[in-house]
């Protein structure tokens, strides 16, 4: 015995109809994802993160309250990352570690590419990793590498910097030593 509706609205798709739409529903969902996170907001409050360091300890940014941060998103993949991460060994050997907290975040999957690059450029200052990108993306919002936070002794944003800087000039010195006096300097390209 067939059945035919007799109305339209209860018309029964063919099977390849349902599988059809099945498989389109299927793939929109697989494709489906996160809405992307946007970057903390300068003159904000920064996220409160807590950075795990390549021997696995710990550091919450709220630990350094009292310091300009100097938060730097690299990956050793990153071909500019690479480039200027000697001029932020240099930078990090003059600045004031009780006026400044200099600090390398990578999101290399494990640590050891981060090892063995520190080893072979003998960069020291670079001691934290973010595998997954969890900090990185999910509460950062980072879009490219590198990326860098400048943030205040009260953990509020001043600058968000994206892509490759000349760390080791008296410009930027000069800029950083203003932002830790709380001075809005518009100094060179950096500002």
Same mark, same amino acid.
């Given at each position: 015995?067939?059945? !035919?509706?007799?109305?339209? #609205?209860?018309?029964?798709?063919?099977?390849?109809?349902?599988?059809?739409?099945?498989?389109? *529903? +299927?793939?929109?969902?697989?494709?489906?994802?996160?809405?992307?996170? #946007?970057?903390?907001?300068?003159?904000?409050?920064?996220?409160?993160?807590? +950075?795990?360091? /390549?021997? &696995?300890?710990?550091?919450?940014?709220?630990?350094?309250? &009292?310091?300009?941060? *100097?938060?730097?998103?690299?990956?050793?993949?990153?071909? $500019?990352?690479?480039?200027?991460? $000697?001029?932020?060994?240099? +930078?990090?050997?003059? +600045?004031?570690?009780?006026?400044?907290?200099?600090?390398?975040?990578?999101?290399?999957?494990?640590?050891?590419?981060?090892?063995?690059?520190? *080893?072979? !450029?003998? *960069?020291?200052?670079?001691?934290?990793?973010? $595998?997954?990108?969890?900090?990185?993306?999910?509460?950062? &919002?980072?879009?490219?590498?590198?990326?860098?936070?400048?943030?205040?002794?009260?953990?509020?944003?001043?600058?968000?910097?994206?892509?490759?800087?000349?760390?080791?000039? $008296?410009?930027?010195?000069? /800029?950083?030593?203003? #932002? !830790?006096?709380?001075?809005?300097?518009?100094?060179? #390209?950096?500002?």
């Amino acid at each position: 015995m067939n059945f !035919y509706p007799r109305n339209k #609205a209860m018309t029964i798709r063919p099977p390849i109809q349902r599988s059809s739409l099945l498989a389109l *529903i +299927l793939l929109l969902g697989a494709c489906a994802d996160k809405a992307p996170v #946007a970057s903390p907001v300068l003159d904000q409050p920064f996220p409160s993160v807590t +950075l795990q360091a /390549l021997d &696995g300890s710990e550091l919450a940014l709220t630990d350094l309250r &009292g310091k300009l941060v *100097i938060l730097h998103v690299w990956a050793t993949w990153c071909p $500019p990352c690479r480039k200027e991460m $000697p001029g932020l060994e240099r +930078l990090a050997r003059k +600045l004031d570690q009780k006026k400044f907290a200099l600090l390398a975040l990578s999101v290399d999957e494990d640590a050891d590419p981060v090892n063995e690059f520190k *080893i072979k !450029y003998h *960069i020291d200052f670079a001691r934290h990793i973010d $595998p997954g990108m969890h900090i990185a993306h999910d509460i950062l &919002g980072v879009k490219a590498f590198p990326e860098t936070f400048l943030i205040s002794q009260d953990g509020t944003l001043l600058r968000h910097m994206i892509g490759e800087q000349e760390w080791d000039t $008296p410009a930027m010195q000069q /800029l950083l030593l203003q #932002a !830790y006096n709380g001075e809005q300097s518009k100094v060179g #390209a950096y500002w």
